[in-house]
T-cell receptor
Framework: TQLLEQSPQFLSIQEGENLTVYCNSSSVFSSLQWYRQEPGEGPVLLVT?????EVKKLKRLTFQFGDARKDSSLHITAAQPGDTGLYLC???????????FGSGTQLTVLP | KAGVTQTPRYLIKTRGQQVTLSCSPISGHRSVSWYQQTPGQGLQFLFEYFSETQRNKGNFPGRFSGRQFSNSRSEMNVSTLELGDSALYLC???WGTGPHEQFFGPGTRLTVL
């Protein structure tokens, strides 16, 4: 079973600060997806990274896929309260028939 | 385009009862997956249906079952409820089967007393 470990598990920061969350595995993934889940809602896809070393930007969010495709990071610049939520990474399982989700990073941005 | 809808949003049941949850996917999506989300275990895959056939199944007991109708709407059933079944049950739809982008509904919060 391919596992995805996310760190930190919880993160509380002040508005305007920068932060990075990580998604790591001992296995190679063909791609990784990042989702954000807000209270009372289901997760919403933010980005999919496919190529080793790939960097994708979504406004103040920067996603990077590791060169070996075993890890990924999400960097948020000048965090805002609207960034608060549970950030989940997900990748195809060993059989590539379904998605495996990481345990998530709960981010709270205080005004 | 309407999103994924789930009913009911909240449900309270007692141990031993059974429950049926409903999910309507995005129009045109033929794949529906179900997930269980708990604070301790995170988001865990239950099963996926595509064109009325179960294509994938997670590591859950047989008390958890589902089905999909010809209009792609799906239902999930849990029989003989246990306290540990208390969770947020999320339905997600996708255009194809497999690990594609998932469009999630808001979930059904099930509490078992």
């Amino acid at each position: 079973t391919q596992l995805l470990e996310q760190s930190p598990q919880f993160l509380s920061i002040q508005e305007g600060e920068n932060l990075t969350v990580y998604c790591n595995s001992s296995s190679v993934f063909s791609s990784l997806q990042w989702y954000r889940q807000e209270p009372g809602e289901g997760p919403v896809l933010l980005v999919t990274v496919v190529t080793g070393g790939e960097v994708k930007k979504l406004k103040r969010l920067t996603f990077q896929f590791g060169d070996a495709r075993k890890d990924s990071s999400l960097h948020i610049t000048a965090a805002q309260p609207g960034d608060t939520g549970l950030y989940l990474c997900a990748g195809p399982s060993g059989s590539a028939r379904q998605l495996t989700f990481g345990s998530g990073t709960q981010l709270t941005v205080l005004p | 385009k309407a999103g994924v809808t789930q009913t009911p949003r909240y449900l309270i049941k007692t141990r031993g009862q059974q429950v049926t949850l409903s999910c309507s996917p995005i129009s045109g999506h033929r794949s529906v997956s179900w997930y269980q989300q708990t604070p301790g275990q995170g988001l865990q895959f239950l099963f996926e249906y595509f064109s009325e056939t179960q294509r994938n199944k997670g590591n859950f007991p047989g008390r958890f079952s589902g089905r999909q109708f010809s209009n792609s709407r799906s239902e999930m059933n849990v029989s003989t409820l246990e306290l540990g079944d208390s969770a947020l049950y999320l339905c997600a739809s996708s255009w194809g089967t497999g690990p594609h982008e998932q469009f999630f509904g808001p979930g059904t919060r099930l509490t078992v007393l």
